[in-house]
Nanobody
């Protein structure tokens, strides 16, 4: 049974940084493309950034380009999201997900974590 666990969220002031981690178990990590998604209250879940099994970045949302960096360590089964220059509009629940399609929209991802909350104060 695939299991994804996010960590690293929290409360940060605007302009600050956070690094999210997603630890995977129960699946062959490097068989899967991985993604970070977020959902703010009252909004749909949206893609933030996605990465191929081999570490090649698939896509970033325009809103985070130049500020967020997705990466993975296949030896440790961990996905990362480095978030810099955070803005209040980045406030959301952040989820990691695993899928086999080269895409960055939620329907293409099969396994999901429970999420970690990121709150950015102004």
């Amino acid at each position: 049974q695939a299991h994804l666990v996010e960590s690293g969220g929290g409360l940060v002031q605007a302009g600050g940084s956070l690094r999210l981690s997603c630890t995977a178990s129960g699946l062959t990590f490097d068989d899967y493309h991985m993604g970070w998604f977020r959902q703010a209250p009252g909004k749909e879940r949206e893609g933030v950034g996605c990465i191929r099994w081999n570490g090649e970045v698939i896509w970033y949302a325009n809103a985070v380009k130049g500020r967020f960096t997705i990466s993975r360590d296949n030896a440790k089964n961990i996905l990362y999201l480095q978030m810099n220059t955070l803005k209040p509009e980045d406030t959301a629940m952040y989820y990691c997900a695993a899928g086999r399609v080269v895409a960055c929209t939620p329907p293409y991802y099969n396994y999901w974590g429970q999420g970690t909350q990121v709150t950015v104060s102004s």
